[in-house]
């Protein structure tokens, strides 16, 4: 599987941002997918999860209330949702699946990034105070 991340620009603090990863492959609607960001001299971080069928979503604390991950797999695309985007948003953005995932993985298991098989390239999400 292969994926194509996009939506990534230069904003200002409290506006918002939609990322969209598209996928190419048979998998993805039985994939566990994942958002994670990284943070210029920072390792990288989970940001958001999503189960294969929708219902279980997952966040890190430092986004939750704030953005919202869903997907389409109809379209075989999965979404990030950015809202009140503050300067320590700032980084590049990757979207990642999981193949291995069982539905309930759980936020423990969904947020660990070494579960994650394939990754895409990143897109840049820059905010500006």
């Known amino acids: 599987v292969q994926l194509q991340a996009s939506g990534g620009g230069l904003v200002q603090a409290g506006d918002s941002l939609r990322l969209s990863c598209a996928a190419s492959?048979?998998?993805?609607?039985?994939?566990?997918m994942g958002w994670f960001r990284q943070a210029p001299g920072k390792e990288r971080e989970f940001v958001a999860a999503?189960?294969?069928?929708?219902?279980?979503?997952y966040y890190a604390d430092s986004v939750k209330g704030r953005f919202t991950i869903s997907r389409d797999n109809t379209k075989k695309t999965v979404y990030l949702q950015m809202n009140s985007l503050k300067p320590d948003d700032t980084a590049v953005y990757y979207c990642?699946?999981?193949?291995?995932?069982?539905?309930?993985?759980?936020?423990?298991?969904?947020?660990?990034?070494?579960?994650?098989?394939?990754w895409g390239q990143g897109t840049l999400v820059t905010v500006s105070s």
């Open positions: 990642a699946g999981d193949p291995n995932a069982i539905l309930s993985a759980g936020p423990d298991y969904s947020s660990n990034q070494e579960h994650y098989d394939y």
């Open positions: 999503i189960s294969r069928t929708g219902r279980s979503t």
């Open positions: 492959g048979s998998s993805f609607s039985r994939d566990l």
